[in-house]
């Protein structure tokens, strides 16, 4: 992760994106600067996903990333980002692309004089054989935009729990709402919970719901408004099961 960032992760995870976040973090002040390193912090995997597919090399995926994170940083505001131009999801992925495309034009630059050049990604080095099942860097970066969201929204419900003093039954049913335990296991687990079966299957969906309520307002906040909200919703679910 970009270990210069403040120190504020968790909040951070907590924050939703909303476009209001986006416009504070384009001011050059002090508020301004910590909204744009949680912007930061919080989608750096998504655009190491897309980095990690289009060079097809994990170092200089993380190294490139780094340094875009760096640049944004740098700048100490986000000046494409325009909450008319509808998803942030859309933005955050341009704006990485041009980043990507302006450090090929300069290592070209260098090559062509007698600069050294920072960042090894010689087209022989670059181009590997393809495989067949392999992402696409726009689906690696959708795909882990998907998984982020599903974590920040994960976090959320976890949070609204422990408020309601029930944090340890989320713990416990967490795998079954991330579709990582088996539906078998709702016996053994509802007996660990002091609960019968169907009790525990009602608990269990209603979780389900306000998982869900949860991703919606999560990436209602990366949004100009909601008309986009169903399509983007299917975007996420369709790039989870890919």
Known sequence: MITDLPSHRDEALFLTTRWTRVRLAKADSAAGRLAL?????????????YLRYELRDV???????HAFFAEVLR????????????RFRSYLLGAVKHFLSRHREALHSLK???????????DAEVAEVSDPHQLSP???????WALTMLERSLNALRLQL???GRGPFFDRVRPMLTGEAAHGDQASIASECSMTVETF??????LKRRLRQCVKEEISGTLEDDTNLED???????????
Do not use: K
Request: negative net charge; contains cysteine; proline residues 3%.
């Open 138 to 144: 726009d689906a690696a970066f959708d795909r882990q």
């Open 75 to 86: 700048g100490g505001r986000i000046e494409g980002a325009d909450q008319e131009r509808g």
């Open 112 to 122: 062509r004089g007698s600069g050294r050049v920072p960042l090894c990604m010689d």
């Open 59 to 65: 170092d200089a995926g993380r190294e490139l990333s």
């Open 201 to 206: 299957r009602v608990a269990l969906h209603r």
């Open 162 to 164: 422990n408020a309601e």
């Open 37 to 49: 390193a949680e912007l930061c912090e919080a989608y750096y995997e998504p655009v190491l996903a």
């Open 232 to 242: 983007e919703m299917q975007t996420l679910f369709a790039a989870l099961s890919g």
